[in-house]
């Protein structure tokens, strides 16, 4: 089946610091990738939808410039929280679709929990 | 802007039958998800409904009505396992750079008892 792995599954870093988080679908081809943070019993919030070779989509509310998205390839996708502060501590999870022809599905990561001190 | 509700907590206890609601009120529709999750890990894909009435799989069925913005993910035997976030989903537009972007209720907190 469809596999999409997430590097790394936590992080801890401090304040001011940034990083990079990986979205990889392991045996196929997605043009098409999604973010999500969630909080603490709360449900997913979709930060941007990220695009193979094209620039990220990003949702209302959410710093493009804060949270830079790179798609550069089909099978990775990269979200890099620049200057991250302790209230962007947050699970990450992304998912992948599948490209060309006509899928509803989306295959999710298994998530990066980020704390930042 | 896209508003979807779902209770935030349930109960039921094992062998019983719990059906979750979910209401959405979004500026596009193009398919209603159900996903399960537990607690620190990712949701995991169980019923997709794009079109009224209901879709069986199991012991999980989804039914949904889209005159009244409305599903509901029917639960049978229920067993210890089940115990997870229940997340519904619905599918915004179906062309452009956002295809197939999702948005999520806050999810329902379902505990089985023993």
């Known amino acids: 089946g469809a596999v999409v792995s997430q590097h790394p599954s936590r992080v801890i870093c401090k304040s001011g610091t940034s990083v990079k988080i990986e979205c990889r679908s392991l045996?196929?081809?997605?043009?098409?990738m999604f973010w999500y943070r969630q909080f603490p019993k709360q449900s997913l919030m979709l930060m941007a939808t990220?695009?193979?070779?094209?620039?990220?989509?990003?949702e209302q509310g959410v710093e493009k410039d804060k949270f830079l998205i790179n798609h550069a390839s089909l099978t990775l996708s990269t979200l890099t929280v620049t200057s991250a502060h302790p209230e962007d501590s947050s699970f990450y999870i992304c998912?992948?679709?599948?490209?060309?022809?006509?899928?509803?599905?989306?295959?999710f990561g298994p998530g990066t929990r980020l704390t930042v001190t | 802007g896209q508003n979807i509700d779902q209770p935030t907590e349930m109960t039921a206890t094992e062998g019983a039958i719990v059906q979750i609601n979910c209401t959405y009120q979004t500026s596009g529709f193009n398919g209603l998800f159900w996903y399960q999750q537990h607690a620190g890990e990712a949701p995991t894909f169980l019923s997709y409904n794009v079109l009224d009435g209901l879709e069986e799989k199991g012991r999980f069925s989804s039914f949904l009505s889209r005159s009244k913005g409305y599903s509901y993910l029917l639960l049978k035997e229920l067993q210890m396992k089940d115990s997870a976030s229940y997340l519904c989903a619905v599918r915004d537009s179906d062309r452009g750079s956002t295809l197939g972007r999702l948005y999520f209720g806050r999810g329902t907190q379902l505990t089985v008892w023993p």
């Open positions: 998912s992948a679709k599948l490209a060309g022809g006509y899928s509803y599905e989306q295959y």
């Open positions: 045996d196929f081809q997605a043009t098409t």
């Open positions: 990220s695009n193979e070779g094209s620039k990220a989509t990003y």
